[in-house]
């Protein structure tokens, strides 16, 4: 069984026994509602597990319902970019070029993962592109947020800007990822990705000769 085939089947293992651990807690509300009343479902084992791997910010916003299924999976996406990059220490030009065209075989990653780091490189370079131009630290907040996990409070203070736009900036950061990523279509892309141009103010930096 290879590295990626035992990782998946513990992932299974542990969405079932967080479903059973979720449905047994269902069953107790359900017979405890005969006698208070109406419960709120507990939720199915992969909405435990996504709430259990995301901590704040990302839970913080799950419980607000500021973002959703597809935020998340966005998320996951990046987390799964940034896991398979690290730990091979740097991208060589030549694997990236295997990754850019979509070739297995010889790609080090499946093609799961291949096309995470495929999307993540190019997302990082349009919001890497804008720290330059105009000081926009997009990047900064979704890197603050999907990966070191700092609490928003945190991250606004590194960024220093308020609370209210550093939450509008993670919520924006993630959803122009999925919209970069396809993972919307149609309008619904076209909105997120312009929403999160507007964020910050996009001053051009200044500049010395």
Not at 43 to 56: D, E, F
Not at 113 to 121: E, F, G, K
Not at 154 to 175: K, L
């Amino acid at each position: 069984m290879s590295r990626s085939q035992a990782t998946f089947a513990k992932m299974q293992r542990e969405i079932r026994k967080a479903e059973a651990v979720a449905h047994e807690a269902n069953l107790k509300k359900l017979r405890a509602q005969e006698i208070t009343g109406p419960v709120q479902d507990s939720g199915t084992g992969q909405t435990i597990l996504k709430l259990q791997r995301h901590q704040p910010p990302l839970r913080t916003l799950v419980e607000a319902k500021k973002i959703g299924a597809v935020e998340l999976a966005a998320a996951d996406q990046i987390a799964q970019a940034v896991t398979a990059v690290c730990s091979r220490g740097h991208l060589a030009a030549a694997m990236l070029e295997r990754v850019a065209h979509g070739r297995q075989g010889d790609n080090p990653w499946p093609a799961e993962i291949a096309l995470a780091v495929r999307n993540y490189q190019h997302w990082q370079n349009h919001w890497s592109d804008e720290w330059k131009r105009t000081r926009n630290p997009m990047m900064q907040v979704v890197w603050s947020a999907v990966i070191d996990e700092h609490p928003i409070s945190v991250i606004a203070n590194d960024i220093g800007y308020g609370r209210t736009r550093t939450s509008r900036a993670i919520i924006c950061g993630i959803r122009h990822y999925a919209a970069w990523a396809n993972m919307v279509v149609g309008i619904q892309r076209a909105a997120w990705i312009a929403a999160a141009q507007q964020v910050f103010n996009r001053t051009a930096a200044a500049t010395t000769n």
